[in-house]
């Protein structure tokens, strides 16, 4: 069943070169307790289309397209208000989850305030709800680390702080902005263990922003692939894993250790992603393209319905 959907979403800001267009006609949907993971490249819009959701784009952004929540439909700029009427129960989490903390203040007052000022408990109900919060994302001994401020604890400690501050709300979207980049493997799989026991027991839905492909195809159920502000592919990861068909997803897989013949020497993906400063006319990837077509630098494909999947290149693989 959908959760929540996002129809032709458009950003665009302004800067000293000319307007920045971030992102161009994305539309995604998320089922309840589903994982979708966001992958791409460092400014192929993954956050911005996160963050127009949340409303912390900032006035200078120009946005356009709707959001389809329940019983709500309203253009992205009005999300802000919607989410301050309590209409849409969304909370992000961030990369740097140190950077997100007051290192002024323990972690427990930090996540105890979401429950007496958002929610209107008593000091001694936020500190219990705070404490059985923080064992339910397995920090141990929570009575004391209730005390403990955010220097004292590591990094992977520290990220799972954030992700108790942001269930603190209840919410029934959790978005998830990289948030194991800074972390070593194994406290990374913890991370996404947590994550997938949260939404395995409360129906938590969760959108997954990652560059690391093979981590979103084995973690989350579905995966889109975005390029330069637009998306470029979209289906389960078994689809994807199995046959990716857009050069781009192609590209991704094969410069992936353990995705070709033993001792192969990695492939890489020639060039660098452009930023968007004119109205997109062609395809984005086509500059960095082996299977690009004349038709490719003078149209931009259309993101079609291919099977169970969603694809917009003109010479899939």
Known sequence: ????SIEN??????SPAGTVFAVNGVSLSVDKGEILGIVGESGSGKSVTCQSLMGLLGPRARTSGRVRYGAHSVEIGEMVALR??????????FQDAVAGLNPLRTVGS?????FTFGRGLSSGEARRRTIELLASVGIRDPEQRFTAYPHQMSGGMNQRITIAMALAASPELLIADEPTTALDVTVQAQICALLRRLVDETGLSVIFISHDLDLVTEFCDRVAVMYAGALVELGTSRTLRKRARHPYTHALFSAIPGHHPALAQLEEIPGEIMVNTVEPTACGFAPRCPRRQERCGIEVPPLERRTDERLACFNPY
């Open 1 to 4: 069943m959908e959760l929540m």
């Open 84 to 93: 301050r009427r309590g209409g849409f129960p969304a909370a992000m989490i």
């Open 110 to 114: 930090q996540i105890a305030e979401v």
């Open 9 to 14: 979403l458009r950003v665009r800001f302004p």
